[in-house]
């Protein structure tokens, strides 16, 4: 329920944790809207953020984010699907990455890409709370302001009393981490990542059994109309044969019986009655 019955996403369902993982973000996909645009000019500045070698916030050495972006532009559902990376290779990517940002499907909030991910073990970035909303999702990034400013919803995960190190590192929209930052992010990034997979986990053992009790109930009502259904035929034949009977047994009926034997036999009516 709710996610594809695919052997390369069986073969990627690993446990690898943040710190384990190669790709910040990745997006592999059609980019058919706003949002989607956003999306991508949202990882592609994480490529631009540096892990500072030290707590001091010295330069050098210092390590950046890599991210993995399949994009496929100005192209049909048809002609995308031609320039698709593999279902091994997309598995791959998933198993290895951090974030997967997943703006709403072109006709639904909804979308695969989800499902994906967390089957991979990634954690879903979203731009509504709708799967909190209307599933209980728990653990997903949410970026309610439809910016996809992933550097800022990273520094958003850091204790509120958390400094950075070094003045450059505090300039606004300075794409940096202490590692004391990066460490504390990684840990809170892992966190969520286990809470979204086990909420996961649990909607799919309980949705087989959600949709089978509401297959059971539907079956119910539908017996229950029909044994009313039929009820109500059964007193319906019921009381036309009563307005029948009524009918025929009706005084003006049987005068009016009486009067067409009598005129048949050629006496009248009074003398046919009376006998």
């Known amino acids: 329920v ?16 943040v710190q384990a993982r190669a790709f910040a973000a990745s997006f592999v996909g059609r980019v058919t809207s706003m949002n989607r645009k956003r999306m991508l000019e949202g990882i592609e500045v994480l490529k631009s953020v ?16 890599r991210v993995f972006v399949h994009a496929i532009h100005n192209a049909t559902w048809a002609d995308g699907l031609a320039q698709y990376i593999s279902s ?10 951090v ?34 909303a209307v599933f209980g999702a728990r653990g997903f990034l949410e970026v309610l302001d439809h910016s996809y400013d992933l550097v800022e919803a990273l520094r958003a995960l850091l204790p509120p009393n958390t400094h950075a190190a070094s003045s450059e590192a505090k300039q606004a ?18 966190a969520r990542r286990v809470t979204a997979v086990g909420w996961w986990r649990e909607a ?10 509401l297959v059971r109930h539907t079956l119910r009502l539908h017996r229950l109309e029909a044994a009313k259904a039929g009820q109500a035929a059964g007193q319906a034949a019921a009381s036309s044969l ?23 036999f050629g006496g009248g009516g009074d003398g046919v009655l009376l006998g």
Not at 242 to 264: D, K, Q
């Open 242 to 264: 009563v307005e029948v009977a009524a009918a025929a047994l009706a005084p003006e009926s049987v005068a009016e019986s009486a009067a067409g034997e009598a005129g048949r």
């Open 99 to 132: 974030l997967v940002p997943s703006p709403p499907g072109n006709d639904h909030p909804e979308c695969y890409r989800i499902y994906e991910a967390l089957e991979c073990g990634a954690l879903p970035v979203v731009e509504f709370d709708y799967y909190r």
């Open 2 to 17: 709710g996610f594809p019955a695919s052997k390369a996403l069986e073969g990627a369902r690993e446990e690898r944790t």
């Open 50 to 65: 540096k892990i500072m070698a030290s707590d001091a916030g010295s330069r050098g050495g210092e390590a950046s984010m």
């Open 173 to 190: 929209g300075s794409p940096f981490f202490t590692p004391g930052e990066w460490a504390l992010i990684s840990e809170a990034l892992e």
């Open 204 to 213: 799919k053992a309980r949705g087989p059994r959600q949709v089978s009790a």
């Open 88 to 97: 091994d290779a997309h598995a791959a990517v998933l198993s290895d990455t």
